[in-house]
C-alpha cells in the first residue's frame, strides 16, 4: 500500500513569492492534515479536513495561506507571499476516521 | 490551549542500554500517539496509545490517563535508534494533534 506522498520536497523562494504544496494521502483516509514544522521544533496543525470540509483552519495565516481538497482525495495547501519566517517543513498526514496519522515525507522551504 | 512537555529534552545512551522517555500533557488525551524523526527525515507512527500499554518489537508505551502522562520505553538500544522521539496528543474527541518539542535520542557505541 502507497503511504502518504508529496510534492515538491524542496522550494526555494524569495520573499513575495508563491508556492504550491501537494499531498496524495493514503488511499481510503478521510482525514487529511498539514502542519507546519520549524527547524528543530514539533510539528504544528495548520488544518485538516475530513474528506472535502475543511474541519478546523484555526491556525492557518489566512491572510497568506490557503488549502483545499476538492475532492477529497488529494489537498493543496499554498503561500500566496511567503516571508522568512515561513521556512519550515511542511508536512502532510492522513488517517482513517481519526485514527493513527500517518506522514508523508515533507517538503522543506527555505525562504531567502 | 493544551500543551504537550516532553524530558528529557536529550538522552546519550551506549548501545545495548535502555530508554525511558516521558510526555506530560495538560489536558485528558482521546489520541496519544508516539513519533520517530530522522534529521531531515519525516514522521514515522511508532505507537498510537491512549490508554494502557502497547508493545511493538523493543518499544513499550505506557499512558495513564487520569495522571496526564505517557512514556515510551525502548530496551536494548542500537545506534539506528537515534533521532528525536515525539509525543502527540489529542483531546475532546477531536483529531487536532498537538505535538510536544521531542527527545533527542544519541546512541554510542
Known amino acids: 500500500e502507497a503511504g502518504v506522498t508529496q510534492s515538491p520536497r524542496y522550494a526555494v523562494l524569495q520573499e513575495g513569492q508563491a508556492v504550491s504544496f501537494w499531498c496524495d494521502p493514503i488511499?481510503?483516509?478521510?482525514?487529511l492534515y498539514w502542519y507546519q514544522q520549524p527547524r528543530d521544533q514539533g510539528p504544528q496543525l495548520l488544518v485538516y479536513?475530513?474528506?472535502?470540509?475543511?474541519?478546523?483552519n484555526s491556525q492557518l495565516p489566512s491572510d497568506r495561506f490557503s488549502a483545499v481538497r476538492p475532492k477529497g482525495t488529494n489537498s493543496t495547501l499554498k503561500i500566496q507571499s511567503a516571508k522568512q519566517g515561513d521556512t519550515a517543513t511542511y508536512l502532510c498526514?492522513?488517517?482513517?476516521?481519526?485514527?493513527?496519522?500517518?506522514f508523508g515525507p515533507g517538503t522543506r522551504l527555505l525562504v531567502l | 490551549g493544551q500543551q504537550v512537555q516532553q524530558s528529557p529534552a536529550s538522552l546519550v545512551l551506549q548501545e545495548g542500554e535502555n530508554a525511558e522517555l516521558q510526555c506530560n500533557f495538560s489536558?485528558?488525551?482521546?489520541?496519544l500517539q508516539w513519533f520517530y524523526q530522522r534529521p531531515g527525515g519525516s514522521l514515522v507512527s511508532l505507537l498510537y496509545?491512549?490508554?494502557g500499554t502497547k508493545h511493538t518489537g523493543r518499544l513499550t508505551s505506557t499512558t495513564v490517563t487520569k495522571e496526564r502522562r505517557s512514556s515510551l520505553h525502548i530496551s536494548s538500544s542500537q545506534i539506528t535508534d537515534s533521532g528525536t522521539y515525539f509525543c502527540?496528543?489529542?483531546?475532546?474527541?477531536?483529531?487536532?494533534?498537538?505535538f510536544g518539542q521531542g527527545t533527542v535520542l544519541s546512541v554510542i557505541p
Open positions: 489536558s485528558t488525551a482521546t489520541q
Open positions: 488511499s481510503g483516509h478521510d482525514t
Open positions: 502527540a496528543m489529542a483531546t475532546g474527541g477531536n483529531n487536532k494533534l498537538t
Open positions: 498526514a492522513s488517517s482513517l476516521l481519526g485514527d493513527t496519522q500517518y
Open positions: 496509545n491512549p490508554s
Open positions: 479536513f475530513r474528506d472535502e470540509a475543511v474541519i478546523d
